[in-house]
C-alpha cells in the first residue's frame, strides 16, 4: 500500500472503531479492505492513473460505504461524519493554508484547469477568465468508480466533501449548481476571486 492508502484506509479505521468500537469497527473496517480488494480486482479499468487514484482515495471509502450498508447501519451517517469531520477540514486546512502564497487565486486557477485538462480522471471543458475559473465536468472518475461499484449515490460525500474544501477561504469563491454524483448532468465548477 502506498502512503495515501494507508491514510485512508487508517481514517477509516479509527472512524469506524470511534463509532462501533474496536471490534465491530475493527471487522467493518476489514470488511471494506476486502470488498476494495475484490472490486480492484474485478474493474476493467487499465489507466494506471484511474487506478492509483481509485485505489488511494475513492475506494476505501466506497466500500466502507457498501460494507455498513449491507450490514444495515446508517452508511450515509458514517460518511456525512467522515466529510464534515474528517477529510473536509482536513481539505481546508491545506488550501487554506496555501491561500497565504501571494497571488494563490491566480496560482490555483492556472494549476486547477492544468489538471482538470490534463488528467484522465475527468473528461472537462474549462475556460480561465481573470476573476474566475469555470470547469464543466462532463465525465468524473468518482462518479464512474461509485457506479462500478454499485453505489452510485455514495459519490455525492465526495461532492460534498467540495464545500469543506473550498468553502471559507479568504481569497477564493466556490459555487456550482449541480454534480454527477447528486444527479446532475454534469458538474458545474465555478471559482471566483473574492
Not at 470511534?18 to 489507466?47: D, F, K, M, N, P
Request: proline share 3%.
Amino acid at each position: 500500500m502506498s502512503g495515501r492508502e494507508k491514510s485512508a484506509w487508517k481514517q477509516m479505521h479509527t472512524l469506524l472503531t470511534e463509532i462501533y468500537g474496536a471490534a465491530a469497527g475493527g471487522a467493518y473496517s476489514a470488511c471494506a479492505q476486502e470488498q476494495a480488494r475484490i472490486w480492484l480486482q474485478a474493474t476493467r479499468e487499465t489507466s494506471p492513473t484511474r487506478l492509483k487514484t481509485m485505489r488511494e482515495t475513492i475506494l476505501p471509502r466506497v466500500a466502507v460505504y457498501a460494507v455498513l450498508k449491507d450490514n444495515g447501519e446508517d452508511a450515509d451517517a458514517v460518511l456525512e461524519k467522515y466529510v464534515r469531520e474528517v477529510a473536509g477540514p482536513m481539505m481546508h486546512r491545506i488550501y487554506a493554508g496555501a491561500e497565504r502564497v501571494p497571488f494563490f487565486y491566480d496560482l490555483f486557477s492556472r494549476g486547477m484547469q492544468r489538471v482538470t485538462d490534463r488528467s484522465d480522471r475527468w473528461d472537462c471543458e474549462s475556460k480561465r477568465e481573470k476573476d474566475r475559473l469555470l470547469l464543466d465536468i462532463h465525465k468524473c472518475l468518482w462518479y464512474d468508480a461509485c457506479v462500478e461499484c454499485g453505489c452510485p449515490e455514495a459519490c455525492r460525500f465526495f461532492c460534498e466533501c467540495d464545500n469543506y474544501t473550498y468553502g471559507n477561504l479568504h481569497t477564493l469563491r466556490f459555487w456550482r449548481t449541480q454534480t454527477l454524483g447528486t444527479g446532475g448532468k454534469l458538474c458545474d465548477f465555478v471559482f471566483y476571486r473574492k
